[in-house]
């Protein structure tokens, strides 16, 4: 999945969700994203979980493209969730949670609002030069997805996995990512030569509509704040 595609299903989407204004859904990504931190229950993240889902059937936003994007959080986070599991499966298991409902949260956002409106309405409120690095970054983010994506299977037609061997595997994949972290210097280094040549001096000019906010808008905020609401006070106080 590359970024072109991914803002091409958040462009072409015509549900509800994609209609709303930029910053409803960004609220609506803040909240959802406040309740996966502050929650450390598992049945609760579960429930989360499944209204993220929900909004993903409400939105149409094809899964099946977009679904490979919440492994790349789980690799990442599978290391503290065995450290946790020492103590408590549950706990493991509360780390995955947190770290797949933080992934589908971001990728709803980013599968119903082009990311241009996203940076847009947080140049409102932030330093340019900040949105331009978290933009570049969001850009990088794929392009080194893509070189994950070739690294490994270079990795596989070169006879470099073994599926009884865990170490040969470990130590193919810590020099394949070794590899990674050079190319991302490099690609970090041609990109200033590039935007310099072109004559970037500090802040990209984006802008977008915000008000008046419609009735979907309004929901949307709401959904938010129940969402919030429910994780905050405790069940058994309903």
Do not use: C
Not at 32 to 39: G, V
Not at 95 to 114: D, F, N, R, W, Y
Not at 193 to 200: A, Q
Not at 218 to 232: C, W
């Amino acid at each position: 999945m590359h970024l072109a595609e991914i803002d091409q299903i958040s462009i072409s989407g015509d549900s509800l969700l994609h209609k709303a204004r930029a910053v409803s859904k960004l609220i609506l990504t803040t909240l959802l994203l406040a309740s996966f931190i502050l929650t450390n229950d598992a049945i609760k993240l579960g429930v989360l979980m499944g209204v993220v889902f929900a909004l993903f059937l409400f939105s149409k936003v094809p899964l099946h493209q977009l679904g490979h994007l919440i492994l790349y959080p789980v690799f990442f986070s599978i290391f503290f969730a065995i450290l946790r599991l020492q103590q408590s499966w549950v706990l493991g298991l509360i780390v995955l949670q947190k770290a797949v409902g933080a992934a589908m949260t971001m990728i709803l956002l980013i599968s119903t609002t082009p990311y241009v409106d996203v940076f847009a309405v947080l140049s409102l409120f932030m330093p340019k030069l900040l949105v331009d690095i978290l933009l570049f970054t969001y850009r990088s983010l794929f392009i080194l997805i893509g070189q994950i994506e070739n690294l490994l299977k270079s990795i596989k037609l070169r006879g470099g996995y073994r599926p009884f061997s865990l170490i040969a595997n470990l130590r193919n994949i810590a020099g394949a990512f070794g590899i990674l972290i050079i190319h991302s210097f490099e690609m970090s280094d041609r990109m200033y030569k590039i935007y310099s040549l072109r004559g970037y001096q500090g802040g990209i000019p984006v802008t977008v509509d915000i008000f008046p906010l419609r009735k979907v808008d309004y929901i949307i905020i709401i959904l938010g704040f129940i969402t919030l609401a429910g994780v905050v006070i405790p069940w058994s106080l309903s």
